[in-house]
């Protein structure tokens, strides 16, 4: 469980970016964070790995209290905390299997990483996690080749092979497209189903939002102002989010995804072997073990 208790961060111009936010996350549990620009979001995902320092206040992670951490500790407990960012955070010049073990960097010491001497297992989970999320046949290609949305899939097999307790995801299909935002946000929910993942989702997005996580809460100036279902959110509750507008268009009816739009990732159960490793470079590949 990920536990918020009265947290604050307060910037050195005196702006309150978030104002004593209590909030708790159950393991295997999904929220989409919503609210408009500066409220708080991004900020609340990075005081909890403490990108940001928080000003006060506690985040506790499956007991261990994440603010009073020394940085080889906090370093530690960073590994327990998968981030999938917005601008996808890759190695552009890297291939996707390199940029995937990237996200062992916090396991294997300074010199092993340096030299990209990765462990047989760490590969061989990257080529299922790979296969999971639909990029096996593109392994050993540049990351600055890939669309936006195989990106995106390559920065969520790389916070998972951290193995962690919980994904921060910060506006995961901001730069897609309508359909491949739908793809992104089904892949991450049904892994975080698989592996019973927590994990809290920055996204503008609402009817988005309330068609894949179970919970939204959303931020106002650094405050709380909703925390509930999907399908309890009504105009009202938008107007006190975000502020008066007409948002019939915006809400809709919690009624589940209907699918109808074909997912080009197969839908695998997580762990499971590739069914077939695509030829690729093995005498680089082999660098890398």
């Not at 919503?34 to 995902?45: D, F, R, V």
């Not at 206040?57 to 998968?82: C, D, F, H, K, N």
């Not at 698989?194 to 809460?217: C, K, M, T």
Request: net charge negative; proline share 4%; with cysteine.
């Amino acid at each position: 469980m990920l536990r918020l208790d009265g947290l604050v961060k307060t910037y050195p111009t005196g702006d309150k970016a978030l104002k004593s936010v209590t909030l708790e996350v159950p393991r295997g549990q999904v929220i989409g964070l919503i609210g408009p620009s500066g409220a708080g979001k991004s900020t609340l995902i990075r005081c909890i790995n403490r990108l940001i320092e928080p000003s006060s206040g506690s985040v506790t992670l499956e007991g261990v209290e994440l603010t009073t951490l020394r940085p080889r500790a906090l370093r530690a407990q960073r590994r327990r905390m998968g981030m999938i960012f917005q601008e996808y955070a890759l190695v552009e010049r890297l291939s996707v299997m390199e940029n995937v073990l990237s996200g062992q960097l916090g396991y294997v010491g300074f010199w092993r990483s340096y030299f990209r001497k990765f462990p047989q297992a760490a590969i061989d989970e990257a080529f299922r996690l790979l296969d999971r999320v639909g990029l096996v046949d593109m392994v050993d290609k540049r990351a600055d080749e890939l669309s936006g949305g195989q990106r995106q899939r390559v920065g969520i097999a790389r916070a998972l092979i951290q193995n962690p307790a919980i994904l921060l995801v910060d506006e995961p299909t901001a730069s897609l497209d309508p359909k491949t935002s739908r793809q992104i946000m089904r892949l991450i929910c049904e892994l975080c189903e698989e592996r019973g993942l927590a994990a809290i989702i920055n996204i503008h997005d609402v009817a988005l939002a309330q068609i894949f996580v179970r919970r939204i809460v959303g931020l106002r100036a650094g405050e709380i102002v909703f925390d509930g279902l999907p399908n309890s959110m009504t105009a009202a509750t938008l107007t006190e989010i975000y502020g008066e507008e007409d948002w019939s268009a915006t809400i809709r009816e919690a009624d589940g995804d209907d699918d109808t739009d074909i997912d080009d990732a197969p839908r695998r159960a997580a762990g499971a072997a590739p069914q077939h490793i695509p030829e690729i470079d093995r005498d680089r590949l082999a660098g890398l073990t």
